[in-house]
């Protein structure tokens, strides 16, 4: 979707095609998750499809029509009270959704699994496909809208009114189908989520970012250029109990490096304070780009 700097759309023509396409393969598997496992095995889980199963054992009235229906109903709903921004970010997936939806339901298919892997197969189907339409920063729509307009006018934090309108579901749900359908469906959202994290940090540079305190930092910082080629930064920390200036090493590696830095400070300061911790993405050069 659009990305501006200072008002100005910097987003190239080719990303902007890369980024509808992704919004289209998103809605496309929150589609296969909604017709293949949702509607035939009553998965509960969160967003309309989960909402619509319930509406349809209280009232009869079709899981298709009731998805599709509040698809476009919420989406419009977010128009309103969310502007123009949120309709230009939304207005592929809430039309692509139930288009695939209904192509999807008409087809005489039906995957016969036990209602566990069905649970399973939604959660992962769910979160790639929230995940990747995340990564182009449009929304899927649907029940994302509740929260978002709530958090407009009440300034509640989003995580959790999100977590509000999946426990109002999941509650409806237990009302309606009992505790073991519901247990299910908690696989099924738990799931999701995992997967939309994974799939918002497809194509980072999984590495650690390092802290290292010791005496001999000057020859540790040589090895770190000349052996492992990556850059370091010295920064000044004081010690809490010698109130001593201590020069600490920064530097960040690729997962791949970290035993041979391991082997490096066993032989060159054994004594040495070494804080590690896991940098999800890093760009830059060495990283996402050669010198």
Not at 75 to 93: H, M, N, P, Q, R
Not at 97 to 109: A, E, G, R, S, W
Not at 193 to 206: P, S, W
Not at 209 to 220: G, L, M
């Amino acid at each position: 979707m659009a990305i501006k700097v200072n008002g100005v759309d910097v987003q190239t023509a080719k990303e902007k095609i890369v980024d509808f396409i992704f919004v289209l393969v998103g809605s496309f598997a929150l589609a296969v998750a909604s017709a293949y496992f949702i509607v035939p095995h009553d998965v509960l889980t969160g967003g309309v499809a989960g909402l619509s199963i319930i509406i349809t054992q209280v009232t009869g009235i079709s899981t298709e029509l009731l998805i599709n229906g509040l698809t476009i109903s919420l989406f419009v709903i977010g128009c309103v009270f969310l502007g123009k921004d949120f309709a230009f970010k939304t207005v592929t997936s809430s039309i692509a959704y139930p288009i695939f939806n209904t192509l999807l339901l008409k087809q005489d298919v039906f995957i016969d699994v036990d209602p566990l892997v069905a649970s399973i197969y939604t959660g992962v189907l769910l979160g790639f496909g929230v995940g990747i339409v995340f990564r182009t920063g449009a929304s899927t729509g649907g029940m994302d809208i509740p929260p978002l307009i709530l958090n407009k006018y009440t300034h509640i934090p989003l995580h959790t009114l999100v977590l509000l309108v999946d426990a109002i579901t999941v509650g409806a749900g237990f009302v309606v189908f009992g505790i073991e359908k519901v247990l299910v469906g908690l696989i099924s959202v738990y799931i999701s989520a995992v997967v939309i994290d994974k799939t918002m940090l497809i194509g980072g540079q999984q590495s650690k970012a390092i802290y290292i305190i010791s005496e001999h930092y000057e020859k540790i910082m040589e090895e770190i250029h000349n052996k492992l080629e990556r850059g370091s930064t010295i920064l000044t920390a004081t010690g809490g109990y010698t109130k001593q200036e201590r020069p600490v090493i920064y530097v960040v590696i690729s997962q791949k490096q970290y035993p041979e830095l391991n082997r490096l400070l066993a032989h060159l300061d054994p004594q040495a304070f070494v804080v590690v911790s896991d940098a999800t993405e890093v760009h830059g050069l060495g990283f996402t780009y050669d010198d």
